[in-house]
């Protein structure tokens, strides 16, 4: 089968990086950022063009979700496959007359992190099932974890993966620029990071839930309080009053 990626950003690249370490080819890379590209050729040995889109059976479009639709112009092939790696989008954006699905992973992307790509789950969306079947064989041999979902289900990943990452990436770097204001090492803090991770493997979230807020602890909630200001005191007391709400406090 002769697959191009189209893209240049963390997607793209892993994506790249997955197939290849799983001796999957790939015919070419495509996309407008030459310099990233011919870094992500250089390292895996693939060949990339920022002007001549090569001929495939399958393309999978790695690009963000507001470019997924004026790229996906860009193929013109009748007889092929096209997936886009979008967790919200709907199959339908791609505006070809070729055959439209999604392959989607679900995982947060940067190129400068190693990542385990056996265990990053595949959401598959296709129009019919022979395509399905190719790209489910296709996500087994770089996952353990592979299945099908509909638009309207994956929306509801996407969203959940937003609260489990995004927005806990978030608090990290709020929780930085609060102990870097008292230079303390952010380091110091590492461990309870891999603890309240490593808990929610054996113990369901809401019953892990500990601090001032489940305890319903006014005193040091309103000492908290004092010593914020801005965004991160609305941070502050929005999270306590979820919280307080889940536990009914």
């Not at 990339?48 to 996906?72: F, G, H, P, Q, W």
């Not at 496959?81 to 199959?91: F, M, N, R, W, Y």
């Not at 992973?105 to 969306?125: G, H, M």
């Amino acid at each position: 089968m002769q697959i191009v990626i189209i893209g240049s950003g963390n997607v793209a690249y892993h994506l790249a990086k997955a197939f290849i370490l799983n001796n999957i080819s790939l015919a070419q890379i495509f996309g407008r950022n030459e310099k990233e590209l011919n870094k992500i050729s250089e390292e895996l040995k693939v060949p990339y063009s920022t002007e001549k889109l090569e001929d495939a059976n399958l393309y999978l479009i790695c690009v963000s979700d507001n470019s997924v639709e004026k790229v996906s112009a860009l193929i013109t092939k009748k007889d092929c496959l096209v997936a886009h790696t979008s967790g919200s989008l709907p199959k339908e954006i791609l505006t070809g007359e070729y055959r439209k699905s999604s392959f989607y992973p679900l995982q947060t992307f940067s190129k400068s992190k190693d990542l385990d790509y056996a265990n990053i789950p595949f959401f598959i969306e296709t129009e019919n099932e022979g395509d399905k079947k190719i790209l489910f064989e296709l996500a087994s041999k770089i996952s353990k974890k592979v299945m099908e979902s509909t638009h309207e289900k994956r929306k509801y990943i996407h969203l959940t993966a937003v609260f489990a990452c995004n927005f806990v990436n978030h608090l990290f770097s709020r929780a930085k620029e609060i102990s870097d204001s008292q230079e303390i090492p952010f380091d110091y803090f590492l461990p309870l990071i891999d603890e309240t991770v490593q808990k929610i493997y054996e113990i369901e979230p809401k019953a892990a839930q500990t601090g001032p807020a489940v305890r319903n602890d006014r005193r040091i909630l309103e000492l908290h309080e004092q010593l914020l200001k801005d965004e991160s005191l609305e941070i502050y007391k929005t999270m306590n009053h979820s919280i307080q709400k889940m536990y009914e406090l």
